[in-house]
T-cell receptor, first 111, second 113 residues
Framework: LAKTTQPISMDSYEGQEVNITCSHNNIATNDYITWYQQFPSQGPRFIIQGYKTKVTNEVASLFIPADRKSSTLSLPRVSLSDTAVYYC????????????FGSGTQLTVLP | NAGVTQTPKFQVLKTGQSMTLQCAQDMNHNSMYWYRQDPGMGLRLIYYSASEGTTDKGEVPNGYNVSRLNKREFSLRLESAAPSQTSVYFCAGRLGGLKNEQFFGPGTRLTVL
């Protein structure tokens, strides 16, 4: 399983765009990149998944450069309710085998 | 449509006691998972079931057993609880296919004294 490295914590202010970068230098050809969000006392929630270039959904965008050794989760105009831990996971899509959760990035949105 | 449900929500055990954590899903998930999360840490996989009738060890299986009773239910058993098993336990399900989206239950907070 590809190892990922993320910042331990980040602070932002309401209304700003937040970018969280994840490093995954040994990503394999068939690996996808998946991001989850976790609030205190809750299970993680899927945010977005991508393989290359850019993916966008109603809550976030995921930017993946051509070498795929890193990825950036972009949250537009964050609010206080976006305060959470964000996990970057890398693994083969379609495999039942678990994707490894690292320690994640604690995002704190300030008023 | 309840999604993924877990029982109990809270449990306190004494060292050496046994118990079973129950998980059920009504989302037609093929794969199901059990994780533990210690304070300030990420989730660690205990066991998973790729499909009904199969189970496999994850990262931290020692001290646990699982049963995939049917497609809906996946239970986790602690045969002889130890204080090191104090944690929050999450069950999750995954439909299958190319999307690595897992749906998590609300968790069971277990304390072993």
């Amino acid at each position: 399983l590809a190892k990922t490295t993320q910042p331990i914590s980040m602070d932002s202010y309401e209304g700003q765009e937040v970018n969280i970068t994840c490093s995954h230098n040994n990503i394999a050809t068939n690996d996808y990149i998946t991001w989850y969000q976790q609030f205190p006392s809750q299970g993680p929630r899927f945010i977005i998944q991508g393989y290359k270039t850019k993916v966008t959904n109603e809550v976030a965008s995921l930017f993946i450069p051509a070498d795929r050794k890193s990825s950036t989760l972009s949250l537009p105009r964050v609010s206080l309710s976006d305060t959470a831990v964000y996990y970057c996971l890398v693994g083969a899509s379609g495999s039942a085998r678990q994707l490894t959760f690292g320690s994640g990035t604690q995002l704190t949105v300030l008023p | 449509n309840a999604g993924v449900t877990q029982t109990p929500k809270f449990q306190v055990l004494k060292t050496g006691q046994s118990m079973t954590l129950q998980c059920a899903q009504d989302m037609n998930h093929n794969s199901m998972y059990w994780y533990r999360q210690d304070p300030g840490m990420g989730l660690r996989l205990i066991y998973y079931s790729a499909s009904e009738g199969t189970t496999d060890k994850g990262e931290v299986p020692n001290g646990y057993n699982v049963s995939r009773l049917n497609k809906r239910e996946f239970s986790l058993r602690l045969e002889s609880a130890a204080p090191s098993q104090t944690s929050v336990y999450f069950c999750a399900g995954r439909l299958g296919g190319l999307k690595n989206e897992q749906f998590f239950g609300p968790g069971t907070r277990l304390t072993v004294l």
